[in-house]
Nanobody, 118 residues
Framework: VQLQASGGGLVRAGGSLRVSCSVS????????TGWFRQAPGKEREFVAVITWRGDTTYYADSVKGRFTISRDNAKNTVYLQMNSLKPEDAAVYYC????????????WGQGTQVTVSS
């Protein structure tokens, strides 16, 4: 399974940004797709996850109500819509393929940088 994240950039606090993750490869439909992030000096943390069917999602408390994960399997793409961004949301965002909503990520894409100015 191959994943490629894109769409990061610079946004002001309170603004919105959507990052995308292209998912491909054999058996990619066997995995849920998660978003994670890592800020400088901090450990990588879970942000959101969606099943392959797109029927179930789960969010970290820190982003619940502000971020929305979705997918378009016709385009092999998973999206993370980020609204009401805060400076503490700034990080490198990674997407990953994992076996189920609570599975350990098995495949990782490269990150995309999200910078939030105050």
């Amino acid at each position: 399974v191959q994943l490629q994240a894109s769409g990061g950039g610079l946004v002001r606090a309170g603004g919105s940004l959507r990052v995308s993750c292209s998912v491909s490869g054999r058996h990619s439909n066997s995995y849920a797709t998660g978003w994670f992030r890592q800020a400088p000096g901090k450990e990588r943390e879970f942000v959101a996850v969606i099943t392959w069917r797109g029927d179930t999602t789960y969010y970290a408390d820190s982003v619940k109500g502000r971020f929305t994960i979705s997918r378009d399997n016709a385009k092999n793409t998973v999206y993370l819509q980020m609204n009401s961004l805060k400076p503490e949301d700034a990080a490198v965002y990674y997407c990953a393929a994992q076996p189920g909503l609570k599975g350990t990520p098995r495949y990782w894409g490269q990150g995309t940088q999200v910078t939030v100015s105050s």
